[in-house]
Nanobody, 118 residues
Framework: QVQLVESGGGLVQPGGSLRLSCAAS????????TAWYRQAPGKQRELVAA????????NYADSVKGRFTISRDNAKNTVYLQMNTLKSEDTAVYYC???????????WGQGTQVTVSS
């Protein structure tokens, strides 16, 4: 089993910044990719950003390009999401996802609330 612990969410004003962390532990021999998803009330869960463990290539949703940065510390099995210039539409529950191999399995964190409001 794999356990994911997310932290860093909270309330921030528009234009502010937050950094989310996702620490993975458990029966991990290798991680294929890690991603952050988010789900706003009444909307479907969407991919925000992803990073491949090998090579470090990244992928971002168009809505966050230039504002969010995903990074990872392989030694700590931890992935970060630096979120800058936050907007009200970024308000959502953010979930960490870890995929152990190309076809899975996938593991999910419990989610952390991000609220952008003045």
């Amino acid at each position: 089993q794999v356990q994911l612990v997310e932290s860093g969410g909270g309330l921030v004003q528009p234009g502010g910044s937050l950094r989310l962390s996702c620490a993975a532990s458990g029966s991990i021999f290798s991680i294929y990719a890690t991603a952050w998803y988010r789900q706003a009330p009444g909307k479907q869960r969407e991919l925000v950003a992803a990073i491949m463990t090998s090579g470090g290539s990244t992928n971002y949703a168009d809505s966050v390009k230039g504002r969010f940065t995903i990074s990872r510390d392989n030694a700590k099995n931890t992935v970060y999401l630096q979120m800058n210039t936050l907007k009200s539409e970024d308000t959502a529950v953010y979930y960490c996802n870890v995929r152990l191999a190309y076809l899975g399995p996938d593991y999910w964190g419990q989610g952390t609330q991000v609220t952008v409001s003045s």
